[in-house]
């Protein structure tokens, strides 16, 4: 797992191919919190989103929506990179009530770390 200000994170899986990869990912976000919104096989996309869920009594982002877009690209044989792309939507208030802000890709490393962990250990335990 790689990560940077300027470049969003990334991982090597070894031993697997993009399609396989691909299959895998989506049987496991499917049996997952996250939500699949969209996926595309041949290009190796696939789009899930979650909500962060309330952690300790002040949780400051805590309703915030996470769009997460996956690349999986074959670099060699037997190894694949994934690439990541956060989008975050804040949770506002108004005095006409909720909507969700914009704030566009992330570069937060908070924001991809309960999803490289996820993924990890999935490829980690095969």
């Known amino acids: 797992m790689g990560f940077s ?4 994170p990334s991982m090597t899986v070894k031993d697997i191919d993009k399609s396989t990869a691909f299959q895998e990912l ?42 997460h877009n996956i690349l999986l690209k074959q670099i060699s044989e037997g190894l ?5 792309q956060a989008n975050l939507e804040i949770s506002d208030r108004t005095e006409d009530g909720y ?9 937060d490393p908070q924001d991809y770390e309960e999803i490289l962990a996820f993924m990890e250990s999935h490829f980690e335990n095969q």
């Open 5 to 8: 200000q300027t470049k969003l």
């Open 26 to 67: 989506i049987e496991l976000f499917a049996d997952s919190d996250y939500f699949i919104q969209n996926m595309e096989k041949d290009a190796g996309f696939i789009q899930v989103k979650s909500v962060i869920k309330q952690r300790g009594i002040f949780a400051k982002r805590a309703g915030n929506k996470i769009t």
């Open 80 to 84: 694949i990179q994934i690439n990541f």
């Open 99 to 107: 909507y969700y802000r914009d704030e566009g890709v992330s570069h």
